[in-house]
């Protein structure tokens, strides 16, 4: 308690001086209204760790989630992400001392658990929560970050490198008629519905999603239901445990378009909270319409956006 | 000595009644109700169309693939699971002489979990079911001899044994969940919610050997749980090995539900709820209790299953259909006669 107390006092004593500093009020994906001294010098990111890279804000962040350790993306940006940044648990189970310890002056945080916003919160922690549900949130997300970091150039730019792929799909499957993709997660009865950014996704690589009706993220649905829907091309999640061999070899399947025609393919392991999101339609786009991006070499794409987003070259190529 | 005798007495049999007809036949009854809903459109008429295409081998059109290669072996999983799980209550309930016992009372679901869960996070090229399976029969191995003492077995300690086993295994499930990165995080949970959606020919083949070894024993020995039943004293004077028949009960009930939940996950209340109701309408003799479960049990699961992939867009997870659609129907019919089927 006294260690707390003693954290709670340093945490004080560091917004206290910065006072003289700008103050913004941001209404985050909870309806909270938060206000904050920026630019944030200490902060603590759960979720939006792979905007680090991209807006080049290493030297602000002092803790990281646990999951961030395993990111393919941060290990390439940053080899030593052990040693130079502590982690504080997941956006789940945060551990509060370890967290206080760090004095941030802000946390960003999936819009997930409440409570767990509330316990930081009653520590005089500021805390923001994110969870991009379409396309345009993650945008507001990313604007969100440069403005804290005092990085909006920078924020724009990044946006504008997403949207200069997102405008090369869009230009060329806009004369060709949409196929019907179906995004499966986790297990092949769980589906992308009408809400979350993978249907999005679908819209602008040109498909339309036969699930979209059902206003849910990741519904559960009956085989029968997909055999009735007959998707032209199912795309599967990147980090299921199952591919596309299982669906293609499964007899209830057989008489799906996707599965006659061998269309059924998984994404790469991609999160979709970040700018990698413009690389995973470019994916989708060149799975669902082949033909309009004949001669496209999607590694050099890949290798090119890797560059000007995150500072590092393309490696996962082979795996494509 | 008067319950004893009355269930000596009742051995004498008047006949099957007209509810016992009834609750025999209601599996078949469930499943063909059960063939013509579904959330891919086909009329009734389309429906027997398809299977006599299907029996004849004369045509393929898509429809006979939804019927034969979904609907159906889904339909037949979700009997064979019923079916395991009740029969394993009622079993378990009279060796126990507790209302409150389910199959899961000895750990079986929590082992489960625990085998899916490491196969999920750390072994991943052990399938998750065999993984499960083999961790649910450990768990009850583990119970039982947690239990024993010099002895034997007594129902008390098994139970309670039951219950450390079964928090014990709860709390590694909760570990591994812990450790775990999200998106194997996601996989685990999904898994213990128990469901049907991706039943198949297969798993109705694996799912049929393992509770038919499970539940022919049982069905054998259904003479010998009117003994049991009777408590210790009273069956030992009778000249039966009551740990061993005890033992054997209990083993085949594990290799029927190991093998259910293996494949659907945990479905809670079926095993715990259709023995009662049986018991309250047909009485306590476990001649035909134990049948009579075994159908009940069939035809409410495929029923409640039909629920769950018919009713919304979604496919619902069957646990939440038993619970809802069972739970105040059990309370009802609690309320209306009381504890009396367990003729105390």
Known sequence: ?320 | MSSTEAVLVSHTRKGLRYKEVLISVSPLMAAIFALFIGAYDISPGMVLKSIALWISGLGDIPEVSVIVDIRIPRIILAGLVGMALSSSGCVLQGIFRNPLVDPYILGISSGAAFGCALSIAFFPWIPVQISAFLMSLFAILLAYNVARTRVGVSRLSLVLSGVAVSAFFTAMVSAIKFIVDPHKLQDIVYWLMGSFSLANWSSVFIAGIGITVGTVPIFLMRWRLNVLSMGEEEAKALGVNVGLERFLLIAAQSVAVGTATSISGVIGWVGLMVPHLIRMACGPDHRTLLPLSMAGGAAFMILADTVARGMTSFDIPIGIITALSGAPFFVYLLRRSGAEGWGR
């Open chain 1, 1 to 320: 308690m006294a260690r707390m107390i003693f954290s709670l006092i340093c945490a004080m004593a560091f917004i206290v001086p910065s006072a003289h500093a700008r103050s913004i009020t941001v209404k985050d994906k909870m309806g909270r209204e938060v206000s904050i001294e920026i630019p944030v010098k200490r902060a603590v990111l759960f979720e939006t760790y792979e905007l680090v890279p991209a807006l080049g804000t290493w030297d602000r962040i002092v803790g990281i989630s646990r999951w961030a350790y395993e990111n393919t993306l941060i290990k390439e940006a940053m080899p030593e992400i052990r040693k130079r940044i502590p982690s504080v648990g997941t956006g789940t189970n945060v551990n509060i001392e370890a967290l206080l310890k760090l004095r941030p002056d802000l946390v960003i945080i999936w819009a997930v658990r409440p409570e767990v916003i509330q316990a930081m919160e009653s520590r005089g922690i500021k805390v923001v929560a994110v969870y991009p549900e379409s396309l345009g949130e993650l945008y507001e997300v990313i604007r969100l970050h440069g403005k804290l970091f005092g990085k909006e150039r920078r924020a724009e730019e990044v946006i504008r490198m997403m949207e200069g792929v997102l405008d090369l799909i869009r230009s060329r499957v806009k004369d060709r008629a949409k196929r019907k993709v179906l995004w499966l997660w986790s297990k092949p009865t769980r589906v992308s519905g009408g809400a979350g950014i993978q249907n999005d996704l679908i819209g602008i690589v040109g498909g339309t999603n036969p699930a979209s009706y059902i206003r849910s993220r990741y519904p559960e649905v009956s085989l029968e239901r997909i055999s009735m829907w007959d998707p032209d091309l199912i795309l599967i999640w990147g980090n299921a445990r199952y591919g596309p061999e299982d669906i293609l070899r499964n007899p209830q399947w057989r008489r799906i378009k996707a599965v006659k025609e061998g269309k059924v393919f998984k994404a790469p392991e991609w999160s979709t909270w970040s700018p990698r999101l413009a690389l995973v339609a470019l994916w989708m786009a060149m799975k669902v319409h082949p033909e309009a991006f004949k001669g496209m070499d999607f590694r050099r794409m890949a290798d090119e956006f890797y560059r000007s987003c995150f500072g590092i070259p393309y490696k996962e190529g082979s795996k494509i």
